[in-house]
């Protein structure tokens, strides 16, 4: 399928907003173009739609072009824009994995967008089949979150690639969690499959959920109707100033996560200790899922001794589990004490 026939048709025949940074770039004397307030600086400018010092610095990083890359308020934004880009209100519908991330649901109840789930295996594996099943000729998108959340398990790029290859329509991979796993990303392939979105975030691994970035690579012609569709000024200068001096500490950036992974396996391990601990399963991510004795029974103890974890028992085949994000020493030491002190009904 063509990109043209998978964009909604009204989005295809937008005319966009012009403002007035898009107008004129390059340097000038005096900017009396977009009624701002010259008498009091530092915060007066509307910031640059299309963020391009941002994109050049995560670019030059992660080996992409700027013109692959798009900027929103958060993932919250990068999974939105999807939906009103390629889904047509009450005709086309999205299919997922589950369980996975809520908001790909979330979003698509908003825009009236009907969202077919496929289980995963019990292990959590891919059922790459179920999901091609589940489509039909108004599939728009396919989601796919590796890490997913909140199993923890990342598949590999060979079951993506056949998603990629199979299905006619946008697959989609959330990679909020990449930076934590040993399997690459799928930026890789964004040449080779030009229906392909790989969205990552600031918010985990760049420690940074509070600037709300989140990034969306793919076709450049995805990212020209993207930029097309989204706000004007959706990244607010405070965020991409942010976001510049977290790029200037990606060696910082890439520490932490080593050491978060080592302790994800401590954390793993002391887990395994306790009696209250009936599985931990295998993660790539910042967080562990841990089948307990009692899910809600233990998730209340903690609850009550400071220690906030997430309940996801009622989540279809996480029954009796909790998802624990690694912290710092100190909160894993705090959890590990608190479990240790839980007495078994
Ligand atoms: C945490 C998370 C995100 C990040 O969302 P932001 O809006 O960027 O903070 C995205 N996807 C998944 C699967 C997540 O778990």
Sequence with gaps: MTLNKLVRPNILSLEPYTCARNEFTGEARAWLDANENSRITEYNR?????????????????????????????SDECIDIAYRVFCRPG???????EPTYGMY???AAINDIEYRRVSLHEDFSLNIDALLDACDENTKIIWICTPNNPTGNAYTREQLCEICRRFKGITIVDEAYIDFSPKGSMIEFL????????????????ASAAIRLGVSYASPEIINIYNNVKYPYNINE???????????????????????????????????????????????????????????????????????????CRVHLCGE???????????????????AEYVTK
């Design 46 to 74: 509307y910031p640059d739609p299309l963020q391009i010092e941002v994109k050049r610095r995560l670019g030059a990083y992660r080996g992409v072009e700027i013109e692959r890359m798009f900027l929103g308020v958060g």
């Design 91 to 97: 005709i086309d519908n999205v299919v997922a994995i």
């Design 105 to 107: 649901q979330v979003c």
């Design 191 to 206: 040449n080779e499959f030009p229906r392909l979105i790989v969205m990552q975030t600031f918010s985990k691994a760049w």
């Design 238 to 312: 405070l965020t991409q100033r942010q976001a510049l001096k977290a790029l200037d500490n990606i060696a910082n950036i890439e520490n932490v996560t080593k050491e978060l992974i080592d302790a994800r396996k401590r954390l793993a391990d002391s887990l395994a200790t306790l009696d209250c601990v009936q599985k931990i399963y295998p993660s790539d991510a910042n967080f562990l899922l841990v089948k307990v004795s009692n899910a809600n029974d233990i998730y209340s103890f903690l609850r009550d001794n400071g220690v906030i974890v997430r309940n996801r």
């Design 321 to 339: 589990c909790l998802r624990i994000t690694v912290g710092d020493e100190s909160e894993n030491n705090l959890l590990i004490e608190k479990l």
